[in-house]
């Protein structure tokens, strides 16, 4: 009993001579725990909602095919929201003056078409203003590609219009020499329904 309050006795009087060492230690792990989170500076986010619609059906698509396209398409934006490229864009439509801006995360909510942008950045403000340039520069750019697409489509509409108007052009070659009357017949149905595909497609082109 009597070694045991001497060992207890001297572990007191350890602690009383080093308590400055003890007490500097504490503090130094303290600080070093703690610095970190005091001088980080503080981060901002903000978030955006975008809904997206999908420009992938065409005037030759089955439906099975518009419904896959359409979700490709959703994902696709998704992407294309979070590339190095949308990015590039967003800091210049910022401008040189503008607070940089940290990361950016793009997420579908749900099943549904809608896109979730969020953009952290060193104040509120820079947050709030980069989400937005995100949002404008995705609407724009989706407008434009939708106008693109539309030329294209309408561009190969007016080729097939062209091709049925060449082959009704030799089908009424074909008429003018024609004396059996069962081929007048099947070359007359040929041409009406061409004439009917290149009327239609030059209506899809037009709209």
Known sequence: MLSTQLTLREYLDVLRRRRVVILLVTLVTIALGVLPVVLRSPEYASTASLQ??????????????????????????V??????????????????????????????????????????????AAAADAANAYADVFVEERRREANEALVSQAAELRSRADSAQQEIAEIDRQLATATDLSLRDRLALERTSLAAQAQEFSRRADQ
Do not use: H
């Not at 619609?53 to 089955?62: I, K, L, N, Q």
């Not at 294309?80 to 940089?100: H, Y």
């Not at 940290?102 to 078409?113: C, I, K, N």
């Open 52 to 77: 997206v619609t999908s420009d992938e059906e065409t005037p030759f698509s089955r439906g099975d095919e518009n419904v896959q396209g359409q979700m490709r398409s959703v994902l696709t934006d």
């Open 79 to 124: 992407e294309a929201l979070k590339s190095s490229g949308m990015r590039a864009l967003v800091v210049d439509r910022l401008g040189p003056e503008a607070e940089p801006f940290g990361d950016v995360e793009a997420s579908l909510v749900g099943f549904s078409e809608v896109i979730r942008v969020t953009v952290k950045g060193p104040s509120p």
